[in-house]
């Protein structure tokens, strides 16, 4: 009888290991990927002239500094922070700079495709809750700055990595 018994929970332990195994093995693993620096993502906010959309310049917020918008607002004396469109002259050209806000990022990228590595606390969260940060540049024709074979795209990729560790530093 006891040799029965150990022969029936050796193979109920099976049969619930099994059990138990079969539904995680239907599920797929999401992937997601880290953004080292940057990332790049095309068919953001469109403009006037242009068919397809703009092209971002996407990074992790820093949830404990302040709204990335009102630094840009701070840094380049725009009056209020809710502005999220402003001209700036780089190498002598005019630039408009277009920064996201948290529901357009959401509309024209899917961004749970992104891990986030820096997860602040509640109480740490000083500005913005979003994830991350979307910039889109065009120049005075409204061509796409960071569109792939934009004679501009080095350039602003530069001020805007330069402008995003000023930030991250801040």
Same mark, same amino acid.
């Given at each position: 009888?006891?040799r029965?018994?150990k022969?029936?929970?050796?193979?109920?332990?099976l049969?619930?290991f099994?059990?138990?195994? /079969?539904?995680? #093995?239907?599920? &797929?693993?999401?992937?997601?990927?880290e953004?080292?620096?940057?990332? %790049?993502l095309?068919n953001g906010? *469109? $403009? %006037? #002239?242009?068919?397809? #959309?703009l092209?971002?310049?996407?990074?992790? !917020? *820093?949830q404990?500094?302040i709204?990335?918008?009102q630094y840009?607002?701070l840094?380049y004396g725009l009056?209020? +922070? &809710?502005e999220?469109? +402003?001209w $700036? &002259?780089i190498?002598?050209?005019?630039?408009?700079?277009?920064?996201?806000?948290n529901?357009?990022?959401?509309?024209y990228?899917?961004?749970?495709?992104?891990?986030v590595?820096?997860?602040?606390t509640?109480? !740490?969260?000083r500005?913005?809750?979003? !994830?991350?940060?979307?910039i889109?540049?065009i120049d005075?024709?409204?061509?796409?700055c /960071?569109?792939?074979?934009s004679?501009?795209?080095?350039?602003?990729?530069? +001020? %805007?990595?330069? %402008?995003?560790?000023?930030?991250? !530093?801040?």
């Amino acid at each position: 009888m006891k040799r029965y018994i150990k022969i029936l929970a050796v193979k109920g332990f099976l049969l619930f290991f099994i059990a138990m195994s /079969l539904p995680m #093995g239907c599920i &797929t693993p999401r992937h997601t990927v880290e953004i080292k620096e940057y990332v %790049l993502l095309p068919n953001g906010k *469109k $403009v %006037l #002239g242009n068919e397809k #959309g703009l092209t971002a310049f996407v990074f992790e !917020n *820093k949830q404990s500094k302040i709204p990335f918008s009102q630094y840009a607002a701070l840094k380049y004396g725009l009056g209020k +922070y &809710t502005e999220v469109e +402003y001209w $700036v &002259t780089i190498e002598g050209q005019k630039f408009k700079i277009m920064i996201y806000d948290n529901d357009e990022l959401q509309k024209y990228f899917d961004t749970s495709v992104f891990m986030v590595t820096e997860v602040e606390t509640e109480v !740490n969260i000083r500005g913005s809750k979003a !994830n991350f940060i979307g910039i889109s540049v065009i120049d005075a024709a409204n061509e796409d700055c /960071l569109a792939e074979g934009s004679l501009y795209q080095n350039i602003i990729i530069t +001020y %805007l990595r330069q %402008l995003k560790n000023e930030y991250y !530093n801040s």
